[in-house]
Each structure stands twice: as C-alpha cells, then as structure tokens.
C-alpha cells in the first residue's frame, strides 16, 4: 500500500468513496468533499492524502489549513477532514496510517496544531484520543 497526495484526476473517485459515508445532516461525506474542493479557497490536492494499491483508492484523508485564534495570538491549524475507509477494509489500519502521515505532514509543514471533528461515524472520540489527541 501506498499514501501519497491526491492526483487532480483522482477526486471525483475519492468523492465516490466518501459517498458511502452518511452523514447526519443528511448528506454524505463525498457531498462534503465535493463542496470543499468547489468553495474552500484553502483546499488543494496536496491537502489530500489517499492511500492506494493496485491503483484503487483504499481510503483518504484531508488536511484542512486554517490560522486559528486563541487569545489574540494566531496559530497555524490542521483540521483533519475526510479520515475514511470503506467498510470491507476496516480493521487493517489503513486509516491509522493516514491520519499518522496527515499528523507528519501537519508537523513538517509547521502548524501547531491539529483539529479532529469526529462527530460522525465511522471514528469516534475514543478512536483520536488513543492515536494522541486530546479531547477539548
């Protein structure tokens, strides 16, 4: 298995992939990612991860540039967006490699901190909390 970047020809298939991910407000997670790509004038492909064997997309993850603000200083955030596989590869640590690699990219490219939203399914609070993040 490899994890690079996104290639610009491969999004609308990453798009597809998180499809299968439902989320509560009633759309899907490749509905996200397609808004994102399409409006956020932060996103760009080398913010997406995807791990890849054989040429098909196991999975991916985003990384999501902000500058954050805390009390009045202005600090340099990853949020960490998209960390999916799909169901019938779950459980061989696919995701823990790509969000361990967003994690290495975050630190080399310099921002101080990384931001996990795990509202929805699949990865819960517990999951990031055992991989090192803390809970706010």
Do not use: C
């Not at 996200?32 to 098909?56: C, I, K, S, T």
């Amino acid at each position: 298995m490899e994890i690079r970047t996104l290639a610009a020809q491969e999004r609308l298939k990453f798009a597809d992939l998180l499809d299968e991910w439902r989320l509560t407000e009633g759309f899907s997670a490749g509905d996200r990612f397609r808004y994102q790509v399409e409006f956020d004038p932060g996103w760009a492909d080398e913010n997406v991860l995807v791990a890849v064997e054989g040429g098909r997309l196991l999975g991916g993850v985003s990384i999501v540039p902000r500058q954050l603000r805390v009390l009045g200083h202005s600090i340099p955030t990853g949020g960490i967006s998209n960390l999916f596989t799909t169901s019938k590869l779950r459980g061989r640590g696919i995701a823990t490699d790509l969000l361990e690699r967003a994690a290495e990219t975050l630190r080399l490219r310099g921002f101080e901190l990384a931001i996990a939203f795990p509202a929805a399914g699949p990865a819960s609070s517990d999951y990031f909390e055992k991989r090192g993040f803390v809970g706010w």
